[in-house]
């Protein structure tokens, strides 16, 4: 569905991925009704979330019950330039969730970035410089936050996805720093993950206008987000496993 405007309340679409079939356009509460029939055959489907300057579709693929009380959000990729943490969204498709814990797992918020090989999306607009908390307009090329806060069609979709299902954690994949971003949340899980992943843990210097994972802790203090700084370059299959795992393992933990 195209996104018409950055109202909180627009409609998702939904495919379930058991059958392969279009659903028609549905409200969130009519959705959420369609998507319990439908996981009662699957543990697995897709929610097309909202769409990319060019009209690509922004999807998350969705595991583990849909009733769950606890939500995990992982998106493997904002900055079109910065891809690895893809390989990890990868992993966490074909594993299972923790009991009682739905993850829901976006290969990319900037599609047409990640085509381009662009940090920014096809207005050259650094998406992680677009959220609304603390935004401040930052000049065009590579931190360009837009004309204003939620100009952009796939920051919206993001905080809109956030909103909605409230998730306990959300994991953003990055590049090149190689550490997990001491920038707010809870610091026992940040430093949890760090731990289990062999990364340092640490501030990334300076400030972050328009950070989405800023945003969200400031937005749902009872929630926690945070940015995973990978190395540069393609993961190996062991180490994308071994972020999968401590995904899992911060997903069944239970503490916000």
Known sequence: MRSSGPHPDEELGLRPRETGRAAPSLLWLAAAVFVTAAASAS??????V?????????????TGPAHAKRNVLVVGDVHGDEPAGIAIIRVLRRMAPPAGTALWLVRSFNPDGLAAHTRGNAHGVDLNRNAPFA???????LFYSGPRPLSEPESRAAIRLIRRIRPAVTIWYHQHAALVDDHGGNRALERRYARLVGLPFRR???????????????????????????PAGSLSARS????????????GSGHH
């Open 43 to 48: 543990a697995s489907w897709i929610v097309t």
């Open 50 to 62: 909202g769409r990319s300057v060019r009209g690509r579709p922004i999807r998350a693929t969705v």
């Open 135 to 141: 935004w401040r307009p930052l000049p065009r090329g």
């Open 204 to 230: 990334i210097p300076g400030s972050y206008p328009g950070s989405l994972s800023v945003w969200q802790d400031h937005a749902l203090p009872r929630t926690t987000a945070f940015v995973v700084e990978l």
């Open 240 to 251: 994308a496993r071994r972020h999968a795992e401590a995904v899992l393992s911060l997903a």
